[in-house]
């Protein structure tokens, strides 16, 4: 029989430290997700169906490998966490499922719906891409061997969703078992074309189109996830040598890598189901000079248009208050001769996608999340939105040049970067943000805006 695994996201140890994630002022993220946890392993077990609960000192790799020495293709493996917007507005249930993966995305929807029926006060943020997360790739959706995927209950932030965690946890994992006995139950044709490789049978082949041009090898669908061979990453320009996170499987004798992986390398994967062709481009193949996505210095590739259309996915209402910030970021980029791409994208790590939080105060126009030279805890504030801008355009200009300033400085903290320190991107991690996905955050928004404006 089928195996179902679930995480409670967090409460493990990262790098030897207890990780409790969210804090809040009488709980934690993980506190509550146990607790969630607990209460849906009782129930599929009084249900007669096989569970096992990941212990909860695991870090985030150890919870992956411990499932993978235990799970088979006919499994399904849920995390659950706690969505974290400072927004108290921001509220509902998502589910992240691996990209480019049209079943696993049913399979996220089936979540969704089941835990609607038991508690309709929470609302749906939908079934979302994992390259819709802050790091544009999620180890949970990526790495295990069985189906997998990683769900926001609610947001902690809002006292509404808080409220609905604490009062009516029964009835979420009531809507959580019933989701993953269903989710579970789906699973089982899919594994037989899993399990293909060891019964001498063959996977489905599918075409592979690079940049307008068709590959002379097949690729094959695995789980009903896109494989391509992996001689074909050195036409995309991509070295995999050192990349231990590619998914690579062995197959008549020829070794294949998850096409979808291939993103984090600046390569477009979309699928055209009518054909069946694996649709891969490459920046270069799209206008977009290799080396120079992630450089501080340089030009930027958007236009004010696919800007304001990039904001407008990630938070509509920010639209209205902010019209001019796409104007004021390529305006002032170009000036001093920084990516405004960077710059932008950069703001939206630093804003939380303008709902701000973190200490920022929309106020204070500190768009980059600027320290105050004088130690203050609220960082630095600006008389208006296009000064806040040309700070965080100057301070970037102190990391990624040795060039003067063209304009008059208003970066209060210019002069303490030693010039020229960290000219690419994910130089900035542990420099201007301690997190150590900082530059990993970065990058995955300017994929996102390029895919959105059809340059990636």
Not at 71 to 100: M, N
Not at 189 to 216: C, D, K, L, Q, W
Not at 415 to 420: E, I, L
Not at 437 to 442: A, E, F, L, N, S
Request: proline share 5%; charged share 20%; aromatic share 6%.
């Amino acid at each position: 029989m089928a195996q179902i695994f679930i995480s409670a996201g967090h409460g493990g140890y990262e790098d030897g430290v207890a990780d409790p994630e969210l804090v809040l002022a009488s709980t934690t993220e993980a506190a509550e997700m146990i607790q969630v946890r607990d209460l849906v392993v009782a129930e599929l077990r009084s249900r007669g169906l096989p569970v096992l609960a990941v212990p909860d000192d695991l870090s985030t790799t150890q919870s992956i490998a411990w499932i993978n020495m235990r799970c088979q293709p006919q499994d399904v493996a849920l995390e659950i966490h706690g969505g974290a917007y400072s927004d108290p507005g921001v509220r509902g249930s998502s589910v992240f499922y691996i990209a480019q993966n049209e079943v696993r995305r049913s399979h996220a929807e089936i979540l969704l719906l089941a835990l609607r029926r038991r508690v309709t006060q929470l609302p749906s943020r939908g079934a979302k891409p994992d390259t819709e997360s802050p790091t544009g790739w999620l180890d949970f959706t990526r790495s295990l061997r069985c189906p997998s995927l990683l769900m926001e209950i609610g947001h902690l932030n809002s006292p509404q969703d808080l409220a609905i965690l604490q009062n009516q946890r029964r009835d979420v994992a009531l809507g959580l078992a019933d989701g993953l006995a269903s989710w579970s139950r789906s699973v089982a044709p899919v594994a037989a074309m899993a399990t293909a490789a060891t019964s001498g049978s063959t996977f489905p082949e599918i075409r592979i189109s690079i940049n307008g041009g068709i590959y002379p090898e097949t690729g094959i669908i695995v789980n009903n996830n896109s494989y391509v061979p992996i001689d074909l990453a050195d036409l995309l320009g991509v070295n995999l040598t050192n990349a231990p996170n590619i998914t690579r499987l062995r197959y008549g004798n020829v070794v294949y890598i998850k096409a979808v992986d291939l993103r984090s390398y600046n390569v477009s994967v979309n699928w055209n189901g009518e054909t069946r062709t694996l649709l891969l481009r490459s920046a270069t193949g799209m206008g977009i000079c290799p080396g120079s996505m992630d450089r501080l210095m340089g030009l930027g590739s958007s236009s004010e248009v696919q800007l304001i259309m990039f904001l407008k996915t990630v938070n509509e209402a920010a639209i209205t208050p902010y019209q001019d910030l796409a104007k004021l970021y390529r305006e002032e980029a170009a000036i001093e001769g920084v990516n405004h791409d960077i710059a932008f994208c950069q703001m939206l790590v630093e804003t939380n996608s303008l709902y701000f939080g973190s200490g920022l105060n929309p106020a204070h126009n500190n768009f980059g999340g600027l320290g105050s030279p004088t130690g203050g805890p609220e960082g630095s504030s600006f008389p208006t939105a296009r000064i806040g801008v040309r700070a965080q355009i100057q301070h970037l200009k102190a990391y990624g040049s040795l060039e003067p300033l063209i304009q008059s400085q208003v970066d209060p903290r210019f002069q303490f970067v030693r010039r020229g320190v960290a000219p690419l991107v994910d130089q900035l991690t542990g420099r201007w943000n301690s997190d150590p996905d900082y530059g990993r955050k970065i990058l995955a928004f300017m994929r996102r805006l390029y895919e959105s404006a059809g340059m990636l």
